[in-house]
């Protein structure tokens, strides 16, 4: 089955670029899904930041729509999130996950990995 | 402040039955399913619920949903211990274009 598993610095500077990617295994990210990165502020709820299809179609959360970029690698099987000029607000457990074309659900999700933003 | 409205928390002895509420508007919830995630603590969150009331293969049939309006409803029945957790709905809201999630529920089995 589909497993995903997110990379990437576990530290970013305030003012920097937060960059993460998202392997998929077991399955094609250019299937009809929906690749998809959620957040978790530590303590706090989740929160969509935004989607993207093989095709390059993609939505984004109006919040964060000005400072992020979902992109997909159909070569290596895997997408990005890229998140400008971060502050201590975008500390979180960054989540990636298949929303399926049919079910329109979340899943599978990767394990998490957690951003700190630090000054 | 989140899209959709959950309690904070609710309670329940095991083995009985406990209801989680998820309010919105007709921008999310009324035009669109609900879907319902179960998270462990340091464990990424599972679907649960998806369109409103259907179970994904493998998720006890203890778990059910039900919508109406712009309110929909996550109930467990028969608590056990291993189903505290937290909760959260989600649905796609039509005028932001983007998923959105209740503030999630936090549920104790006492």
């Known amino acids: 089955q589909v497993q995903l598993q997110e990379s990437g610095p576990g530290l970013v500077k305030a003012s920097g670029t937060l960059s993460l990617t998202c392997a998929v295994s077991g399955g094609s990210i250019s299937s009809n899904d929906f690749w998809t990165w959620v957040r978790q502020p530590p303590g706090k709820g989740l929160e969509w930041v935004g989607e993207?299809?093989?095709?390059?179609?993609?939505n984004y959360n109006p919040s964060l729509e000005s400072r992020v970029t979902i992109s997909v690698d159909k070569s290596k099987n895997q997408f990005s999130l890229k998140l400008r000029s971060v502050t201590a607000a975008d500390t979180a457990v960054y989540y990636c996950?298949?929303?399926?074309?049919?079910?329109?659900?979340?899943?599978?999700w990767g394990q998490g990995t957690l951003v700190t933003v630090s000054s | 402040q989140s899209v959709l409205t959950q309690p904070p928390s609710v309670s329940e002895a095991p083995r009985q039955r406990v209801t989680i509420s998820c309010s919105g508007s007709s921008s999310n919830i009324g035009n669109n399913p609900v879907n319902w995630y179960q998270q462990h603590p340091g464990k990424a969150p599972k679907v649960l619920i998806y369109?409103?009331?259907l179970l994904p293969s493998g998720v006890s049939d203890r778990f059910s949903g039900s919508k109406s309006g712009t309110s929909a409803s996550l109930a467990i029945s028969g608590l056990q211990s291993e189903d505290e957790a937290d909760y959260y709905c989600a649905a796609w809201d039509d005028s932001l274009d983007a998923w959105v999630f209740g503030g999630g529920t936090k549920l104790t089995v006492l």
């Open positions: 369109s409103d009331d």
């Open positions: 996950a298949r929303a399926g074309a049919t079910s329109n659900y979340l899943d599978p």
């Open positions: 993207i299809h093989h095709s390059g179609s993609f």
